[in-house]
């Protein structure tokens, strides 16, 4: 009787087990988002590119946008001053479905623009618009 019990308890949790999505599995059909958040100061408004096209266009210093949906796949990212075709920054990033990014340009130490990307815990991390933590 003992190994009937013990045996039902163990088929009952491989049957739940297996039918609960883990967290990887439950991100896999929503797709990466990603947001730009623009801390260069000036009067200049930026683009960001991802694999050459356009994903936000002329962010006016010190906003955040909202979070836009983006390929999963490893990407180069361009930032270029709106209406111009070449990039004064660039890097390349691997985006995760299911997750959620901040691209972030800002000065770098020589005065040049640089970009960076930090993952975020969720959307509700922080309010679009205010800097990203």
């Known amino acids: ?16 087990a297996a039918s ?15 947001r730009f958040a623009n801390h ?3 009067a200049r408004t930026w683009t960001l590119a991802a ?7 002329d962010v006016a210093p010190e906003v955040t946008t909202a979070y836009q949906p983006v390929a999963d796949s490893l990407a180069r990212l361009d930032l270029r001053a709106a209406g111009k075709d070449s990039a004064v920054a660039t ?4 985006f995760v479905s ?25 959307p509700e ?7 990203p933590h």
């Open 91 to 94: 890097t390349t990033y691997l």
């Open 20 to 34: 609960v999505p883990s967290r990887t599995d439950a991100g896999r059909d929503r797709p990466a988002q990603v």
């Open 1 to 16: 009787m003992h190994r009937s019990l013990m045996l039902a308890l163990c088929v009952g949790t491989f049957v739940t």
């Open 40 to 42: 260069i100061p000036g």
């Open 98 to 122: 299911g997750s959620y990014y901040t691209v972030t340009a800002s000065m770098g130490n020589g005065g040049q623009p640089m970009l960076g990307v930090e993952r975020d815990r969720s």
């Open 125 to 131: 991390d922080s309010v679009p618009g205010s800097p």
């Open 51 to 57: 694999r050459g096209a356009p994903v936000f266009s």
